[in-house]
Every structure is written in structure tokens, then in C-alpha cells.
């Protein structure tokens, strides 16, 4: 079947209508009424018939009815979208029952994949882990009492995000075997960076590569300097970083 719809993206949208304490304005001028941001750009490009990656941290809600305004925001937006989890998607505690509480229009990916028409997406959260830190591309400074600082990886921190990092290789293994092999664009949801700076390899890169990965987004970069290099290509998938912020608010189109 050939695909007419067009394919977006962004992600960390932050959204915090049910939990109107956390919003995002203290990170600087830049976050202030980011929503509007949000709402302006995508329905300037986006249809009905098209399909949106969000590569999580969706909400900053806890409990069902503090996401449920987050997720209907999302809902009224115009396409079909598909949500992967991010570290401050806390509310995500139960695949089954995140799925009863999803409007129509929103699917996630956990331990699975979603296909539509001649698309197939797979994905995961992945996990901090000391080689995939982009901290020199990330501007540091205090904003408003809100010191955005370095993850200290103490022995015990290494241990402990280690086996988490592990669990989160064996979901994306599991959600790539489920990818459908004939579909014609193959696309990955990570909210994490999974290549490092450096663009070596590693446990990632190399299930990426095995299974022909088209393209790669992710996000949980926030504060990043415009030339951060976070877009690019290795070993035939284009990486993308889709933080909202880093995109001014502004969807890309993918396919």
C-alpha cells in the first residue's frame, strides 16, 4: 500500500495542564506560553491525515486525572499520533492501563510497534548512561534559581542505571522483532540519545543497524547551542534530535 500522509515529529512536550504548579516557564523566556508555541506551528503544517512522532515526556502529571488534560490537548491537535515514554512521563506506570485512558487519535509503543500503511515504527525510553551524556553541547547556566547541572555517575549510579540501561536494550530488541518487515519506511522512537557524541559503537547502534533503521529521533536534550551536532547520519539512519525547544516549538517533517 503506498502512503500519502505526511510524517512529523517533535517531542519533550512538557505539558502541564493538570499540574498547572509544574509548568516550564522558570527554564527561561524562551518556555513561556510554550503550548501556544506548540499549538500555532502544528496546526500551521499538520492535517488530519497525517501521522506525528512524539518521543516522549509528554506530561508532567502523576496520577490519570492529572495527565488526562495533557492527552485530550494532544487529541484536539490535527493527526494520528504515536507516543514512545520519556523519564518524566511518570504517570506511564501500566501499558494497559495507559491505553484505556488514551484518546482516539494517540497509540504508544512498549515492548511492541506500531504500523500504519507503509510505516512501521518501533521504540523505547533507553536510560542515562556515562558515554551518552551531551553535556558540552548543552548550555549550563542557572536560569531563574533553576540550575541546570551535570549528572554526578558515582559507582553506585553506574550500577543501578546499568541494569536499567540493560532492560531498555532487551524493549527495544523486543519492539524491533515487531516491527513489520515489509514496510517501506522503518522508524525508531528513543527518547535518550542512543550514539554518542563521538559516534562510536554500541549496543544501540549496532541492533539500529541490523535492522535497517530509516530513521532515528530522540530527544531529552534541552538547553542544547543552536550548532549542537545532534542531527546526523551513521551507518545508513539519519538521527534527529526532536526536543521541542531545540525546534522552536516547530514540528519536522520526516517522511
Given at each position: 500500500m503506498i502512503s500519502f500522509m505526511t510524517v512529523w515529529t517533535i517531542s519533550d512536550l512538557h505539558l502541564s495542564f493538570g499540574t498547572p504548579n509544574k509548568n516550564m516557564d522558570v527554564f527561561g523566556d524562551k518556555w513561556k506560553n510554550h503550548p501556544d508555541k506548540i499549538k500555532a506551528n502544528w496546526e500551521k503544517v499538520i492535517k488530519d491525515d497525517d501521522l506525528v512522532?512524539?518521543?516522549g515526556d509528554v506530561s508532567w502529571g502523576l496520577k490519570p486525572e492529572e495527565v488526562l488534560p495533557d492527552l485530550e490537548w494532544i487529541d484536539a491537535l490535527p493527526g494520528t499520533k504515536v507516543i514512545s515514554k520519556g523519564n518524566h512521563d511518570l504517570w506511564w506506570k501500566s501499558s494497559t492501563k495507559?491505553?484505556?485512558l488514551l484518546p482516539p487519535s494517540l497509540?504508544?509503543?512498549?515492548?511492541?510497534?506500531?504500523?500504519m500503511d507503509d510505516i512501521t515504527i518501533g521504540g523505547t525510553r533507553l536510560w542515562d548512561h556515562p558515554d551518552l551524556n551531551y553535556y558540552q553541547f548543552i548550555d549550563m547556566?542557572?536560569?531563574?534559581?533553576?540550575?541546570?547541572?551535570?549528572?554526578e555517575y558515582s559507582e553506585k549510579e553506574i550500577k543501578h542505571d546499568g541494569k536499567i540501561?540493560?532492560?531498555?536494550?532487551?524493549r527495544l530488541a523486543r519492539s524491533l522483532d515487531a516491527m513489520d518487515r515489509?514496510?517501506?519506511?522503518?522508524?525508531l522512537m528513543i527518547h535518550y540519545p542512543p550514539i554518542p557524541p563521538d559516534r562510536s559503537d554500541n549496543e544501540f547502534?549496532?541492533?539500529i543497524k541490523d535492522a535497517e533503521i530509516e530513521?532515528?529521533?530522540?530527544?531529552h536534550l534541552h538547553n542544547l547551542f543552536p550548532d549542537a551536532p545532534v542531527n546526523f547520519e551513521k551507518d545508513g539512519t539519519k538521527y534527529i534530535c526532536t526536543a521541542c525547544d531545540f525546534l522552536n516549538f516547530e514540528p519536522v517533517k520526516l517522511l
Open positions: 512522532l512524539i518521543a495507559v491505553r484505556k497509540h504508544i509503543i512498549h515492548n511492541d510497534a506500531f504500523t547556566k542557572e536560569i531563574d534559581g533553576v540550575n541546570i547541572k551535570k549528572k540501561f540493560k532492560n531498555e536494550l532487551d515489509g514496510a517501506k519506511h522503518r522508524i547502534s549496532r541492533l530513521i532515528c529521533i530522540y530527544g
